[in-house]
């Protein structure tokens, strides 16, 4: 029971550093568009912009691999206590 409140928790940070994650993309590239910038500088500003992405983008896509390999361990203890739980039966 602890360890599904645990996974659960941490279920939960995941799916908030994966919003964080998007809400910093949509924020940078709206801010880059709005602001009226020489062009020298906007071309800066679009690089610095698809570097961040890029790194919001890593982080969205780590925390999802976690998320899933987490899931996929917590469906996997389940089974292997059925099995043996009929194996000791047998």
């Known amino acids: 029971m ?7 928790r941490i279920g939960d940070l995941i799916g908030e550093v994966e919003t964080l994650a998007q809400r910093l993309g949509r924020d940078l590239r709206k801010r880059a568009r ?5 062009t020298e500088l906007k071309a800066m500003a679009a690089r610095l912009r698809k570097r961040a ?4 983008a890593q982080v ?6 976690l998320r899933t390999e ?3 361990a917590a469906k ?3 089974r292997v206590r059925k099995r043996s ?3 000791a039966a047998a």
Do not use: M, N, S
Not at 53 to 56: F, I, L, M, R, V
Not at 60 to 65: L, N, P, T
């Open 34 to 38: 709005a602001a009226g910038i020489p």
């Open 2 to 8: 602890a360890r599904k409140r645990e996974v659960d």
């Open 70 to 72: 987490l899931e996929g």
């Open 53 to 56: 992405a890029a790194g919001a």
């Open 60 to 65: 969205e896509k780590y925390a999802h691999a």
């Open 85 to 87: 739980r009929r194996a």
């Open 76 to 78: 996997t203890g389940k």
